[in-house]
Each structure stands twice: as C-alpha cells, then as structure tokens.
C-alpha cells in the first residue's frame, strides 16, 4: 500500500440530522431547494400539515397536507418525531422516514419551525442546529409581503413572531444570514460537509487505520 490510506476503508458513512429553521419568510424553502439540487447524500423530510396548499405546491413534495383528523390520529400513534401548531395550523415531523434514512447512513435535513427545533432538541442533541436569518426585519417583511402567499394579518403575526424567535439564537450550533442566496446555500452546505470531519466519536475508528497503514 506504500503507506498510503486506503479511503475506501472509510468506516460506514453514519448518517446525521440537520435542522434548519428560522423566522417564516426567511428563505428556508428556498435554500433547501437549491441544497437538494446538488446534494446527494441528503434526505429532505417531508413534513405533514393540515394548511390548505399554495399555488405551485405539490403534495408528498411540499408537504403531505392532510385533514385535523388524519394530522391527529398519527399524534395518537406517536407517529412524529415533533409536531407544533405554527398559525392555527398543524405541522409534523414524520418519525419512520427520518430514522430508517438515518439508519441507512443518510442525511437528514429537517426545515421547520423554532418550536419544532426545540422539541427534536431534546429528543435528538447530537442534531445539528442551524438558525437561518434574514440580512434584517425589514428585508423579512420585504420577503414575505413579495411571497404574496399571505393575508396581510398572517404577515403581520409572522412579523411578531419572528422577532421573539430570533431570541432562540444561543440554542443553536451554527448560524446563517440568507443575504445573497448562493453564499447562504454554500455556508449550509459547508456546514454539512464540516460536521462529517468532526473527530468526535470517530476518533478510535480513524485511528485504527494508520495503525494498519504503519
Ligand atoms: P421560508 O421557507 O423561510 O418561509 P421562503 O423560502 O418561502 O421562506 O422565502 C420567502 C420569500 O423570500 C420568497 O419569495 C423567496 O423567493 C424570497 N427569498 C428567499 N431567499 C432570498 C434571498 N436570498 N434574497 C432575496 N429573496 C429571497
Ligand atoms: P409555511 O406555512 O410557510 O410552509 O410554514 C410555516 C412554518 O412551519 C415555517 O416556519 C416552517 O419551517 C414550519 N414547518 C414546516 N414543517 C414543519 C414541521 O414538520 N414541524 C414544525 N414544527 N414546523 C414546520
């Protein structure tokens, strides 16, 4: 092996859940998109919701948008892996994809609200926890007024809510201004890719291949 590292040696590739969250209007939806574009490795979950659909939003793609009914019998299943109620309406997490993706060695990327982090916090607190924010509150109005998606009192409550969420901030491990998109998309994928050369847990697994390399 002229005492080269064969990386195809790599220990299986754990997999690692991502959340994303932020203010709504933050531009979450936008970033993930342009992530899933050029990111293999990654699995978006895809969240269950009783809001009525947006023009252009696809069901099982945006968003599986089911009945109060339907949202509450899987609550009764402990089918998701956290649920809040974000503006009047349900929103979860469902558990089995996230663990058999995580399972297979998959990433996950989960983009939903601040609530909703603090919950999977708990549940999971080796998650990696990135705040996605606007460059300011003006540019947040500026962006969810121009998604022309809401009524003017829902943007109003969104524009409430964002300035209590931003105090969330200290719980999470990283954090990304959504200026110009393209930045934002690389400084989250970075992110992505840093996490997996953390020595952490790996450090003996790592260490073993240069003993076979000696
Ligand atoms: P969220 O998913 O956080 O609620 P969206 O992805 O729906 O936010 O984005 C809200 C609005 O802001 C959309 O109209 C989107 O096109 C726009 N937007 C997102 N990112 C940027 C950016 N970096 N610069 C300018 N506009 C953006
Ligand atoms: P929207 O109605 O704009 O699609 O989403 C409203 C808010 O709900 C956003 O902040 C979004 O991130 C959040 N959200 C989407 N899916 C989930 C989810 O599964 N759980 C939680 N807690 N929030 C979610």
Do not use: W
Not at 78 to 104: C, I, N, S
Not at 136 to 146: F, Q, T
Not at 162 to 189: Q, S
Request: charged content about 35%; aromatic content about 8%.
């Amino acid at each position: 092996m002229n005492g080269r590292i064969d990386s195809s040696k790599d220990n299986k590739r754990e997999g690692k859940l991502f959340i994303l969250s932020g203010p709504s209007g933050t531009g979450k939806g936008t970033v993930v998109k342009q992530i899933l574009k050029t990111c293999d490795n990654v699995a978006l979950s895809v969240s269950m919701t009783t809001r009525a659909s947006r023009r252009g939003e696809v069901h099982g793609e945006s968003y599986y948008f089911v009945s109060q009914e339907e949202f509450e019998k899987i609550i009764d299943k402990d089918g998701f892996l956290e649920y809040a109620k974000v503006y009047e309406h349900y929103y979860g997490t469902p558990r089995e994809k996230v663990m058999q993706d995580l399972d297979a060695g998959r990433d996950v990327l989960l983009e939903i609200d601040i609530q909703g982090a603090m919950k999977v916090k708990r549940s999971f607190p080796d998650g990696i926890f990135i705040f996605l924010l606007p460059p300011s509150l003006k540019e947040l109005r500026r962006r969810i007024e121009a998604r022309a998606t809401d009524a003017q009192d829902v943007i109003d409550l969104r524009m409430s809510k964002a300035a209590e969420e931003i105090r969330y901030l200290p719980a999470y491990d990283y954090y990304v201004i959504n200026d110009d998109l393209t930045e934002a998309v690389e400084k989250v994928k970075s992110i992505f890719s840093a996490e997996h050369q953390r020595v952490d847990q790996t450090a003996e697994r790592i260490m073993e291949r240069y003993k076979e390399a000696d």
